[in-house]
């Protein structure tokens, strides 16, 4: 039972083109994160927020940019997509409050720039 | 550096054994630790967490052992089925500038066979 949505699932598209990748959640969370994910590696955060307009980059350089104009809504668009961005896209939430609890998945976007 | 990672890239057990998983860290600052499970297709999910002022926390099947002392996390999970073959990651939050994140380990992969 999924808390958190990321579409689309796959997306096949070629060099040149802008992308959004779309992530929505239901379960109120203020705290909103994406992570970049190579096959079989681990996580990297590239952005987070920690409520409606508030963004901020991660630990992971990236072109990518994010908005959160509203609390269930995390969309990350790159302006111009290149081959090395072909990667898994994760979001996950968590809530308010102290930082020690989990954050809640997503089944993410895996992308491929052709 | 400082650096989440885990001892084994892949595991093999046979179907009712018990599995152990290991994590090492760095931080001596990081306080609260999370396992997570990720099959093929998905995104992590929550299997357990642990913080720093305990050293052992026991859920369905699965134990969380925590060594400040030497820093170091396993996952034990008992009488291990095919549907525990995943990836389990360990992460730390941990401070990165004024805010505190997850960091995520490397991933061990889980087979569980007949």
């Known amino acids: 039972e999924a808390d958190i949505y990321q579409t689309p699932r796959y997306l096949v598209i070629g060099t040149g083109k802008k992308i959004t990748l779309e992530c929505s959640q239901t379960m109120g969370h203020d705290k909103m994160y994406w992570y970049q994910q190579d096959p079989g590696m681990e996580l990297h955060l590239i952005h987070y927020?920690?409520?409606?307009?508030?963004?901020e980059k991660g630990d992971l350089s990236s072109e990518s940019t994010v908005s959160r104009i509203r609390t269930e809504h995390f969309p990350l668009t790159l302006e111009s997509a290149r081959p090395s961005h072909t990667s898994q896209y994760l979001c996950?939430?968590?809530?308010?409050?102290?930082?020690?609890?989990?954050?809640?998945f997503g089944d993410g976007t895996r992308l491929s720039i052709l | 550096g400082e650096s989440v990672g885990l001892h084994l890239p892949t595991l093999s057990v046979q179907e009712g054994d018990n599995s152990i998983i290991n994590c090492a860290y760095s931080?001596?600052?990081?306080?609260?630790f999370i396992w997570y499970k990720q099959e093929s297709g998905k995104g992590p999910q929550f299997i357990i967490d642990?913080?720093?002022?305990?050293d052992k926390r026991q859920g369905q099947r699965v134990t969380v052992l925590l060594n400040k002392t030497v820093k170091h996390l396993s996952l034990q999970i008992a009488a291990t089925q095919p549907g525990d073959s995943a990836v389990y990651f360990c992460a730390e939050n941990r401070a990165t500038g004024s805010a505190r994140h997850l960091t995520f380990g490397s991933g061990t992969q889980l087979t569980v066979l007949p």
């Open positions: 642990i913080r720093s002022n305990m």
């Open positions: 931080n001596s600052a990081s306080d609260y």
């Open positions: 996950a939430s968590s809530p308010r409050g102290s930082s020690n609890q989990p954050q809640h």
């Open positions: 927020s920690y409520g409606v307009n508030s963004t």
